[in-house]
């Protein structure tokens, strides 16, 4: 309740700040220190989304069209993707942890209260993005993690209930058949010598991003993160500046793939504050991607010409209306869903891949 008042307070106060002269004069009034300029075009509806969000940005920007606020439509979107069985990289049907317990982290940012919300390590709950929401609305917390945010959930009306499929489960099994050399436990000798083997470990995850007319900016990251991961690993997702990130003055980030590289260089952050001093969001992306680089340096994690061997993208959106995917590795595709209709664009590349 508090949060929904808070929310059209703050559509008050950003209409009049308009009326007033436009964002720019809102974020000199709010920062103390002008932004840099950007070309303020209005009345730009967006969604973004990573490549699996399709039918996920169809329904957000339709929301966004009724009058939706942008978090409440970009989590209605992600809901369809936590609560298909035949996505195992979100929510229900997700892989599980090297347990055989599908473990769930999810974000939401919520661009005009710049409130954030989420939860890490949720066991049982499908749409782990609903309860973040709450943690965003109903708390004066951010992240929530394991038994008590299963606790939190429970309290707040969510029914508990077994979220390995038969699909899931027998991926679960057959990676616990290959086990032995083949894992990625690393052994001291492993490492020093740099021997350490690659496991392919399948991963995904849904970012949805929404921008309306107004030029307000929210969006919501969930996965059930890395296959077969410890227990208790917390990936990049629920992380606010890694897994996401908006500053609704600027523009939103959003990211998946190697949770781990974008934890260690909270490249979410790193690009809306990129696209501040006036970087174009593929410019953003690709800059953070390059520094992901050069921040790699295990041997575990480079090919033979020394480049990251994992994927990580990002999903940007600028307050003027530009938007893009970057991509490590290249090609590879986002969804978007403007006036234009819904459709998969090309991500900007930093390495392509030799077919
Ligand atoms: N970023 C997710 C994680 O590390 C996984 C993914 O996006 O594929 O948990």
Same mark, same amino acid.
């Given at each position: ?101 599908? %473990? ?86 492993? %490492? ?153 664009? %090309? ?9």
């Amino acid at each position: 309740m508090a949060a929904k008042a808070q929310f059209s307070r703050r559509r008050f106060f950003s209409t009049a700040a308009a009326l007033l002269g436009g964002w720019p004069f809102l974020s000199r009034l709010q920062g103390g220190r002008a932004v840099a300029p950007t070309v303020q075009r209005r009345g730009t509806q967006l969604v973004v989304s990573s490549a699996n969000g399709l039918e996920a940005a169809k329904t957000t920007y339709r929301l966004m069209s009724r009058g939706s606020d942008t978090l409440e439509a970009a989590i209605s979107g992600v809901n369809l993707v936590e609560n298909d069985p035949d996505d195992m990289s979100v929510g229900y049907g997700g892989l599980p942890n090297e347990d055989g317990v599908v %473990e769930l982290d999810s974000a939401v940012m919520h661009g005009p209260t710049h409130k954030a919300g989420a939860v890490a390590a949720l066991q049982n709950i499908k749409n782990p993005s609903r309860v973040a929401q709450l943690v965003l609305e109903t708390t004066d917390h951010v992240l929530l993690v394991g038994k008590g945010a299963l606790r939190f959930a429970k309290a707040n009306g969510f029914k508990e209930e077994e979220l390995l499929t038969k699909k899931s489960r027998e991926r679960w099994l057959k990676w616990k058949r290959d086990l032995s050399r083949r894992d990625d436990w690393l052994s001291d000798d492993e %490492e020093d010598r740099g021997i350490a083997r690659k496991v392919a470990r399948p991963t995904g995850t849904i970012h949805v991003a929404a921008m309306n007319s107004d030029g307000d900016i929210s969006c919501v990251t969930t996965t059930s993160g890395l296959a077969w991961k410890i227990p208790g690993r917390v990936g990049d997702s629920p992380i606010i500046g890694a897994g996401l990130y908006v500053d609704n003055a600027i523009g939103s980030c959003g990211s998946t793939g190697r949770g781990e590289a974008n934890l260690q260089n909270l490249c979410c952050f790193a690009a809306v504050e990129l696209m501040r001093t006036g970087l174009a969001p593929e410019e953003a992306g690709l800059e953070v991607l390059r520094r992901v680089a050069s921040h790699t340096t295990e041997k575990r994690l480079l090919d033979d010409q020394g480049r990251p061997n994992f994927g990580l993208k990002f999903y940007l959106i600028a307050k003027d209306g530009r938007y893009a995917g970057a991509t490590m590795w290249g090609p590879s595709k986002f969804a978007v869903a403007d006036r234009r209709g819904t459709r998969l664009e %090309e991500c900007a590349v930093l390495y392509q891949r030799e077919n």
